[in-house]
């Protein structure tokens, strides 16, 4: 039985991991692709996750929501934040931070 449970417990943590991996992929990809669609500039490449929980889609099943927040700049002198929402790892709400629109 105990063999078992441990059997378990590593499936499950290699189960978020490997989750968490392809979430946090998805999320640089949508900020990428955010930034490259509002023509400014995704700075660092990166992308943090700043919260996760357990909530309802669309459907009514149960997904892992995340929120990742990244930084931005319009002119390469400022440093913005925006943050992405997860469900899975489909782009659920954008937000970024008021940014001046150069002409």
Same mark, same amino acid.
């Given at each position: 039985?105990?063999?078992?449970?441990?059997?378990?417990?590593?499936?499950?943590?290699?189960?978020y991991w490997f989750d968490s991996m392809g979430a946090l992929d998805a999320a640089r990809?949508?900020?990428r692709q955010v930034c490259q669609d509002a023509n400014l500039q995704f700075l660092d490449?990166?992308?943090?996750?700043?919260?996760?929980? #357990?909530?309802?889609?669309?459907?009514?099943?149960? $997904?892992?929501?995340?929120? *990742?927040?990244? %930084?931005?700049?319009?002119?390469?002198?400022?440093?913005?934040?925006?943050?992405? #929402?997860?469900?899975?790892?489909?782009?659920?709400? $954008?937000?970024?931070?008021? *940014?001046?629109? %150069?002409?």
């Open positions: 039985m105990d063999i078992f449970a441990a059997l378990l417990i590593f499936a499950l943590v290699a189960w990809n949508y900020g490449d990166t992308v943090e996750n700043i919260k996760i929980r #357990i909530a309802r889609d669309k459907q009514g099943r149960r $997904v892992i929501r995340r929120t *990742y927040q990244f %930084e931005f700049s319009e002119t390469g002198n400022s440093r913005l934040e925006g943050q992405l #929402i997860l469900s899975g790892t489909t782009l659920e709400s $954008v937000t970024l931070d008021p *940014y001046r629109i %150069e002409p």
